[in-house]
């Protein structure tokens, strides 16, 4: 029913900036929360941002809170991660996926994204 499209990812250097965007196709993001997460090789699922489409209630992980910055577009139909001051930790493959609230637990989502991978370069 859900499908969520991504794009956006590559290789940045350190300190540089990516906007990531995820886009809903066959159905809006209307009665979703829309939330980030990514996961490094070797390492677990780590929510990143989420944000409530009707009101635009934001959630940040405490790792990339003032460096990255979730937004959505109405019209769009779209959410975006705009990521700042990039560091080789933020290194990942980063997904996109919906939930029913503002949750930061990825078992809350149910719609996920295939991933887009983010290269930050030392």
């Known amino acids: 029913q859900v499908q969520l499209v991504e794009s956006g990812g590559g290789l940045v250097q350190a300190g540089g900036s990516l906007r990531l965007s995820c886009a809903a196709s066959g159905r809006t993001f209307a009665a979703h929360t829309v939330g980030w997460f990514r996961q490094a090789p070797g390492k677990e699922r780590e929510f990143v941002t989420g944000?409530?489409?009707?009101?635009?209630?934001?959630l940040y992980a405490d790792s990339v809170k003032g460096r990255f910055t979730i937004s959505r577009d109405r019209a769009e139909n779209a959410v975006y991660l705009q990521m700042n001051s990039l560091k080789p930790e933020d290194t990942a493959d980063y997904y996109c996926?919906?939930?029913?609230?503002?949750?930061?637990?990825?078992?809350?989502?149910?719609?996920w994204g295939q991933g887009t991978q983010v290269t930050v370069a030392s």
């Open positions: 996926a919906t939930a029913g609230g503002l949750y930061s637990s990825a078992s809350s989502y149910t719609y």
């Open positions: 944000i409530t489409w009707s009101a635009g209630t934001t």
